[in-house]
């Protein structure tokens, strides 16, 4: 992918900075580049330009290691969860199932030698069966920033909420957010509507 192409290619500020970050520095090693690489891939989405997503997807549709480095694959992950989201979008299904399987298998990958798939995904399973669409979406963050007037910690928790929104929902794995699937969407729309603006 040429970062530096993608940086010419449009004018919003978000994408450009990113791509030029990008263009300067880019290992799928490094937690800060996959850090850059999630956010241009949000910022992309939040301004409608989904092909290009497919090509960072593809740069991070890697093989599943032995041993999880969460610095980088927190970030793989919430990229995957992305580009199912928008295959389930597109009513791609069984592209999104495939995307959300290979999901389930990083999260299952045994932390110690104790650990089995079936433990490992039986804990994330109840951490994931504690979260809500209010915690994901940092409503009460949001809110306190809102009070204190601080726009830019608002936009941070928006952008953050709506990268949890769709790469956690789509997956399934989170009780709360499939019971409260239409109230998840319209806050997708409106977290977008307000990044936008």
């Keep these: 992918m040429n970062f530096d192409e993608l940086s010419l290619k449009y004018k919003e500020k978000n994408i450009v900075k990113l791509s030029k970050k990008l263009a300067n520095s880019f290992a799928l090693t490094r937690s800060k580049d996959m850090t850059n690489l999630h956010d241009l891939a949000f910022w992309l989405y939040i301004y409608d330009y989904k092909d290009e997503i497919l090509n960072i997807y593809n740069l991070v549709n890697i093989d599943i290691p032995e041993k999880i480095d969460f610095n980088i694959w927190t970030w793989i992950l919430s990229i ?107 806050m997708i729309k409106e977290y977008i509507q307000y990044l936008r603006s």
């Design 80 to 186: 995957w969860g992305l580009q199912a989201y928008i295959y389930e979008s597109e009513g791609e299904i069984s592209k999104k199932d495939e995307i959300v399987a290979n999901m389930k298998k990083v999260y299952s990958v045994p932390r110690t030698k104790e650990d089995t798939e079936e433990s490992t995904w039986k804990f994330y399973t109840r951490i994931a069966g504690r979260q809500t669409l209010e915690s994901v979406s940092y409503v009460d963050k949001i809110e306190s920033a809102i009070q204190s007037r601080n726009k830019s910690s608002e936009t941070a928790y928006r952008f953050s909420g709506l990268s949890n929104m769709i790469s956690y929902g789509v997956t399934g794995f989170y009780p709360h957010l499939v019971e409260n699937r239409d109230k998840l969407e319209e």
